[in-house]
């Protein structure tokens, strides 16, 4: 009778099996993967901001208007920004106006000059003057170093020169100056505009700081078609 062959079991060769290597780096990028792929797939929750706690001074103003209600839409709410083109209904003042309420407050002695103004002669000095050199003003006893004529000129203008040229006469020094503002026989109504305004112009501004005295000339100087001022010594 012939022997059963025994079958040879296999000899599985455990060496060839690689072993396997710890890395605590490795298991990390692994978990990072798995939370990137729940991410993606839930596009609703990808990019949304964090949401930030309201400072202090917004919670402040939250409890602060916690019990006030909001007002319901009416007409009194304007939908749209106001024009800023738009000009005030009220009409601007009036320079002629102004001009003439200075010259009442010159004569009643309101400001700093005390003017004295009749329909020929005007004279004014600073307060505190000395009367006996405003006589001599009067009587034309200081020579006349320089002087301005104002004949064709218009208000704005001849304001203007005057400014220019006492300004520039008391740089240089000099003391006693005449301006020929006219009689106004050309004007309408034959009234001397410059005449009336120049103790207003004399008044303000720069040209206050340096005008002592003013007063109608003398009639070989052109009488009352002009005027004698007397100007502060330079310092």
Known sequence: MARKRKKK?????????????????????????????????????????????????????????????????????????????????????????????????????????????????IEGSMPGFSRKLMQRLKKGEFPVQDYLDLHGLVKQEAESRIRDFLLQNHRLGLRCVLVVHGRGLNSENHIPVLKKLLPVWLNRGPVKKIVLAFSTARSYDGGTGAIYILLRRRR
Do not use: Q, W
Not at 26 to 34: G, L, R, T, Y
Not at 47 to 62: A, N
């Open 9 to 121: 079991k296999k000899v599985v060769n455990k060496a060839t099996k690689k072993p396997e290597i710890f890395n605590p780096a490795f298991n990390d990028i692994d978990v990072i993967k798995k939370k990137n792929n729940i991410a993606s797939k839930d596009p609703e929750k990808k990019g949304l901001p964090e949401k930030k706690r309201p400072s202090d001074d917004t919670k402040y103003f939250l409890e602060a208007m916690s019990g006030v209600v909001p007002l319901s839409n009416s007409g009194n709410i304007l939908d749209r920004p106001p024009d800023i083109n738009i000009r005030p209904s009220h009409p601007a003042p009036d320079d002629e106006l102004e001009t003439i309420a200075h010259l009442n407050d010159l004569v009643s002695g309101i400001t700093d000059m005390d003017i004295t103004f009749s329909d020929e002669f």
